[in-house]
């Protein structure tokens, strides 16, 4: 989940050996300089890889991407994802710096390397990795609804923990056919994206699998790739 401070200027948010930070301001001027400050405190005390989200970033200037670059050069670790919204209002100098930043496309890439699922192959079964992610979530099924925990998501579906004892049975036992409506998971950034194409509302999946310690494996619905 999403998290930062206040007056910060952008969010933070974790999965697994990887830090995501979105930014949602300009990063110019001092801005830029805070923030180079924070990621470079952010080195010294962790061995995560960082993550930093560009498209919901304002302004940047020539200390910004400057700063950008220093950051990717000085520490494999550090990615940057997408491009700002005002990307050809941008002086051509700062697009140049920040074009060879390489940035991924999408957050999913970044985290993976996989930019879209390969191709349907008998031989193949999985194309999507999944990646772990834990936010609390509500799970709608048949008219009732039950608090659950995200444990993974990918583009084929999630995996779905602490769901009540027998609350799935009680469900399927309304004679329904067994579709859950998956709510909450637009506070996570990436399940945001991967979910998008779905539409507002609830993402609708369906069970395929039970797991060991009450997991509960769901495939979204209209999507080939194993969950």
Partial sequence: MTTGRAGEGFGRCRYGAHALW?????LSGSQARRFAERAGLFFRSESAALLVDLRGAGLIDSIGASLLRGLREGHPGFRVIGRPAGWTDLPLAVRQVLGALRAAPDIETALTGVAAPAPPDRGEKRSSPRIPVQIPVEVLCAGRIAPASLRDISRGGLHLALLPEGWLGEARKSGA???????????????REITARYGTGPAMAIPVRALPGGVLGARFTGSPTPV
């Fill in 177 to 191: 056919a067994t579709t859950l409506g998956i709510l909450g998971l637009d506070a996570d950034p990436l399940a």
């Fill in 22 to 26: 979105t930014l949602r301001g300009d």
